[in-house]
């Protein structure tokens, strides 16, 4: 079984600042892992994904994270927030099988000040 | 087209209608998925049709019924929904090959409210 764990419910940074949302998983097998943004009354948009090779992935928007297999961590980070990074984000991973299922993280809320 | 469409993207029933939420996807993906969200809750996986076949099944209540036409079509059928059944019903699509992962798409979703 596969799990997802994001500490914390709410990141909150000024404008300018660094983001890192932090995420680690379980998995018994090697996972593929996402990070997906939610903003209001919106579906979720892929962010990055890591499924082999590099262990650091590029995404949209400037973010970017790093596949640590000896911690089991995906964090994201971002150098610097901008007001329309507020929004839901949520770690994700899957197996690699032909039916794979996405488990989520719990998500975290960012909020970006003025 | 790279994206997963769902209508409607609103729907208000009540606790007799029959309704139905439909999701098409035309980017080839041979797996799509039904995910229930609650507020400020994760997405839920309800459903996950492999070449439209019902793969797997969360133990979701039988007044949600799935059906997949064709490759590119999803549909979830409700009937007899309760107050609790509201929620953001999310779509989502994915394909691997043996070298390549594209990972999942996801709809905006229907926002289902049920009175």
Redesign the interface.
Known sequence: AQSVTQLGSHVSVSEGALVLLRCNYSSSVPP?L?W?VQYP??????LL?Y?TGATLVKGINGFEAEFKKSETSFHLTKPSAHMSDAAEY?CAV?D?G?????T????ITLSVRP | DTEVT?TPKHLVMGMTNKKSLKCEQHMGHR?M?WYKQKA????E?MF?Y?YEKL??NESVPSRFSPECPNSSLLNLHLHALQPEDSALY?C?S?QRTAT??Y???????T?LTVV
């Open positions: 593929y996402f997906y009354n919106q579906g979720l948009q892929l994904k499924t949520f899957s690699t032909a039916n794979s299922k996405l989520f993280g719990k998500g | 769902q797996a998925y400020k809750k994760p997405p996986l996950v492999s793969s797997i999310l989502a994915s390549i992962y990972g999942y798409t996801f709809g905006s979703g926002r």
